[in-house]
């Protein structure tokens, strides 16, 4: 029966491949797959027990090492001495990957020094100094601005309104200290995942400078909230979706207070539809996958535990190989997908302990829908919490973007 059936489709290809015209052949398939050759850049902070020497750097275009800082206004490792012979041991990997690029981030959560760095036209030029001299000593190929946010203070960082005038010089400075490189040097940028972000980026200007902006589509669902959901959904899931749940209360309360600009539940493609109308290029937009989850106790069963209100947190984050050590071997945790969201989650009912994650299914889903949509590619927060065993979250990025 399999043999009789191969037979057909054979012959149905044929026919198809001798009477349709080679040029809709071609539109069809670029149409299909915009992006052949989606970037995968993983954030790297480095570990004790995931050297440099081990990282599967041929299944990655882009490795950033998080983090330095703003220290005195210029880019600093806090520990030069720790920090430095890892960074060197980190580009001495090229050798198994020379079109590899090694970057390094300034910033995360709860950096403080942008603010005051960016002030003046003065300050600015002593930063950018400092990065240039800093990408000179470690060889690297370029850098990731990692400012949460202009003009949004982000765990008690300074904001002020000029922040957003002053990323924007920054940004421009910075492209103009990497082009007096010899060769080629890549400048991305964290951005967030949520509309509220982009009324303090001048996007349009900013994105003549950076080769990509790396949004941060996770933590859709944040780690103070008391709510359970989706912290890093693709799917555009609608306001009506989440009807009747505790989450959709929650949500109505933030959009009628003007906390949240968008009334419908974050997701990727929610952020990118939105950035693509705002003029961004798509191949300059590089969507997030999260190599960890957020767990939640105290949750009520309904719906398997998705958009109730909780006891608190369980757990803030728990990298990726802690679930699939602890969790996805636990018979008590259930795994279920959400079809809207394009995501899974788990429930575990004996401990009312709900879990938000990126699975294999999901990060390789992500990775496809950058393809079909013309994006730049995924990026992944971050390379040490994935599972060092086969088929772990890398292992499916980098699958689906090469088959």
Known sequence: MKTATLSYLFLLLGIISCTAPAENQSEEAQESLLTPDPVIMAYYVAERDYKPENIPVEKLTHIIYSFTNVIDGEMKFRKEEVAGPKIEALVKQKERNPDLKVM???????????????????????????????????????MDMDWEYPGISGAGTMARPEDTKNFTALMKGLREMLDEFDSPKVLTFASAGWKRYYDFVEMGEVMKYADYTNVMTYDQVSGVSIY???????????SEDVAGTPFKAHLDSLYASGDNLDPDPRSSQKIVDFLIKEGVDPKQIVIGGAFYGRAWKGVPPVNNGLYQLSSGLHIGWMAYHKIRDSYEQDDNFKRYWDEKAQAPYMYNAADSIFLSYDDTVSVALKTKYTM????????????????????????????????
């Open 104 to 142: 390094i981030a300034c910033g995360g959560w709860g950096a403080d020094g942008f603010s005051d760095m960016a002030l003046t036209e003065e300050s600015r030029a002593k930063f950018i100094k400092s990065a240039s001299e800093f990408i000179t000593k470690y060889k690297l190929d370029g």
């Open 228 to 238: 359970t959901g989706h912290h890093t959904p693709l799917g555009d899931v609608k």
């Open 372 to 403: 079909k949509k013309g994006l730049g590619g995924i990026m992944f927060w971050e390379l040490g919490n994935d599972t060092k065993e086969e088929g772990s979250l890398l292992d499916a990025i980098y699958k689906a973007a090469n088959e």
